[in-house]
């Protein structure tokens, strides 16, 4: 089955840069998504990643993909305190249409 | 822009209560789904819907039905609301197999 794993807490310093992983355990996950929820809000899509790619850039985001041991990373650079929220990743075998598998969050505090 | 919108941000009832939770998007979306979310567990699947009239049941279905009567608006339905039930609910949408798209989410606490 599907199971997605995330730390609940994470603390950077603002300029610093943050990493958000994640662990999935179906390898037939073909899109891998992160989200960002800002506090009272809904989910917005950062980015995603297709699985046959090692690695994405989109400005100060990089998103790492090792297939092999399952693992998905978000890094953030020069972290600011705007992007205190939390971080969901999620998987889905078919495209982001049909069913999200979504790991349990990390909570990012950007310390001055 | 894709807009989804939810009736309530936040929403109090008492247990016994039917509560009904509204849904609408404005991109003529195929898929609509509703999650619940709590601190820890990330957030579930409770039902979704390929189309009109039609409803799927996601991780977490019971104690919940939808309905799907029009294109643009899914609906959630407690029968009989629970204090375990007290919650954050999603609703998102998607076209086909593209990007899921999030309302602001409505706060529900059961009393």
């Known amino acids: 089955g599907e199971d997605v794993e995330q730390s609940l807490f994470l603390s950077v310093r603002e300029g610093d840069s943050s990493v958000i992983n994640c662990t999935y355990t179906d390898s037939s996950s073909t899109y891998l998504y992160w989200y960002k929820q800002e506090p009272g809000a809904g989910l917005q899509l950062l980015t995603y990643?297709?699985?046959?790619?090692d690695m994405k850039q989109d400005q100060r985001l990089t998103v790492l993909l090792n297939k092999k041991d399952k693992h998905l990373s978000l890094r953030i650079a020069d972290t600011q305190t705007g992007d205190s929220a939390i971080y969901f990743c999620?998987?889905?075998?078919?495209?982001?249409?049909?069913?999200?598998?979504f790991g349990t969050g990390t909570q990012l505090k950007v310390e001055l | 822009d894709v807009k989804v919108t939810q009736s309530s941000r936040y929403l109090v009832k008492r247990t016994g209560e039917k509560v009904f939770l509204e849904c609408v998007q404005d991109m003529d979306h195929e898929n609509m789904f509703w999650y619940r979310q709590d601190p820890g567990l990330g957030l579930r699947l409770i039902y979704f819907s390929y189309d009109v009239k039609m409803k799927e049941k996601g991780d977490i279905p019971e104690g919940y039905s939808v309905s799907r009567e029009k294109k643009e608006r899914f609906s959630l339905i407690l029968e009989s609301a629970s204090t375990n039930q007290t919650s954050m609910y999603l609703c998102a949408s998607s076209f086909l197999t593209d990007t899921q798209y999030f309302g602001p989410g409505t706060r529900l606490t059961v009393l």
């Open positions: 999620a998987e889905s075998i078919r495209g982001g249409g049909n069913k999200l598998t």
């Open positions: 990643i297709f699985s046959n790619m």
